[in-house]
């Protein structure tokens, strides 16, 4: 059980401070319940936020870090790692036997709607498949298995599906999870003892949804055990539904036999989206966001960033960051002047923090934060760590030390050994230096510092 004492020294108006940055960067995240939470003295770098259920513990790891982290640094003015916690549980970010939380695994964003979805030659295919799925689920296509690039609307799409089976039939007993959580949970129940209510869990719905498939690559034990996920559903009749990175053909080390389930239905392929669709995406998209957008700027934008939609959405931020400090209008001569030079955008010039590596990696590989600056040792985990060390070394300022605090309480010597095994794996293995490359090609972190 962590101790719940307050430190004698402490400073009795953290919690004013904290919230008070909280609602100055952060105003949209506020939710009446923050007014529980409990803020702990910082403890060797580390700033623990009580709250009162795991649920909501799971929705701040999820959802608020980033927040609560900039409010914690700048209430403290120390760097420091924000975890939750509920009272009376072991070190929760860790897994724990017994609290293996299965209702929490559909975290759906409501900007994630068919209706909000823009359709052109790219997805056009893609988009009436899902609908048909919607619409009749198990019966249509099934499995239906969509593949594309990064950012191109794969997550979105089944979101879409989920609402829509939702909202015609608020009954319908749907599982709609990342392949990451997916593997993780398995091990946990694995090693818990509980695979009972994991297949109980997943071979008792209607429609299984599993985003980013790809990432079953190599896990041989979890590739079993989908398997049989798999046949027991289909023979039901129960829709399934996957999206991937790459058609299951392509996808590495994946047994032929599940290559040959996913293959067996209805493949459909997402693609880079043209001009006109990107004009079309990036108005919806200001539309949900309250920005007003001229059309010649959106015309702007769409002819600068063509490689996916999270680069356009990207450039919508920033104009947004830009006109809400100057108090301006959005015009053609404004954004043109802020993206001009080779920098893709203008948050691009600035550093990135260590909280923001960390989301990338997470986001990249596909890991859990907490598991990423917590303690387990798995492969999957450590070497997406590394890369979190060997990114904050290359583009912090912070020292390893601090980099071994902030990510997981390690010492230096640690840094210091991550940053080795990246620097030397990197020239062997191609599959880390394209993760390296499309890492640092995001929107995080400062163009044309990647090509070593
Ligand atoms: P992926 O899962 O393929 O990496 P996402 O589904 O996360 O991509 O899409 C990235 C962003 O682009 C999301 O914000 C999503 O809403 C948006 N997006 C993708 N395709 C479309 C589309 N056709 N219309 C509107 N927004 C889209
Ligand atoms: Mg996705």
């Excluded at 939710?31 to 936020?49: A, C, N, S, T, Y």
């Excluded at 946990?188 to 869990?201: P, V, W």
């Excluded at 301006?328 to 802020?338: F, G, K, M, P, Q």
Aim: aromatic letters at 8%.
């Amino acid at each position: 059980m962590r101790k719940m004492k307050q430190d004698s020294s402490a400073d009795p108006g953290l919690r004013e401070k904290f919230v008070a940055h909280l609602r100055q960067l952060h105003p949209d995240i506020w939710r009446h319940w923050f007014d529980e939470i409990e803020i702990q003295q910082p403890d060797r770098g580390m700033l623990w936020v009580v709250v009162g259920e795991s649920v909501r513990q799971r929705y701040l790891e999820r959802s608020c870090l980033q927040a609560f982290t900039e409010a914690a640094q700048a209430a403290t003015g120390q760097l420091l790692a924000v975890r939750f916690t509920v009272p009376d549980s072991a070190a929760t970010t860790e897994t724990d036997s017994a609290e293996i939380d299965f209702e929490d695994q559909v975290l759906l964003l409501p900007d994630y709607t068919f209706d909000s979805f823009v359709v052109g030659p790219s997805n056009r295919l893609a988009h009436a498949s899902a609908l048909a799925v919607a619409e009749n689920p198990g019966n249509a296509y099934n499995p239906f298995f969509v593949h594309g690039g990064v950012g191109l609307g794969k997550t979105h799409l089944l979101q879409a599906i989920c609402q829509e089976l939702l909202r015609r039939r608020p009954s319908t007993r749907l599982v709609y999870i990342s392949c990451g959580t997916f593997i993780d949970l398995f091990h946990d129940c694995l090693r818990a003892g509980r695979m009972q209510d994991f297949r109980h869990r997943f071979r008792g719905v209607d429609t299984l949804l599993i985003d980013d498939i790809h990432f079953l690559s190599k896990r041989e034990q979890s590739q079993e055990e989908f398997f049989h996920t798999f046949n027991t559903l289909f023979q039901m009749g129960k829709q399934i539904v996957l999206s991937s990175d790459a058609r299951p053909g392509d996808i590495p080390d994946l047994e032929e036999r599940l290559v040959s389930r996913f293959g067996s239905g209805l493949v459909q392929h997402l693609d880079r989206p043209d001009f006109e669709t990107r004009v079309s995406i990036l108005k919806t998209k200001s539309r949900l966001r309250s920005i007003d957008l001229p059309d010649e700027v959106a015309a702007f934008i769409a002819g600068r960033f063509r490689a996916n939609i999270r680069e356009l959405e990207g450039a919508l931020a920033n104009i947004r960051s830009l006109t809400s400090l100057g108090g301006s209008e959005i015009t053609l001569d404004l954004v043109r002047a802020a993206f001009a030079g080779d920098a893709g955008s203008p948050a691009r010039s600035t550093r990135p923090t260590l909280q923001q590596i960390v989301q990338e990696v997470s986001q990249h590989f596909d890991v859990r934060i907490p598991d990423l600056l917590g303690k387990r040792r798995h492969k999957s985990i450590a070497r997406p760590r590394q890369v979190c060390m060997w990114l904050a070394r290359k583009y912090t300022q912070h020292s390893l030390q601090e980099i071994g605090g902030f990510i997981g309480g390690r010492d230096h010597t640690t840094v210091l050994h991550a940053i080795r095994t990246i620097d030397s794996k990197r020239v062997s293995d191609s599959r880390l230096r394209e993760s390296l490359a499309g890492i640092q090609r995001g929107q995080t972190f400062p163009p044309d510092d990647h090509t070593d």
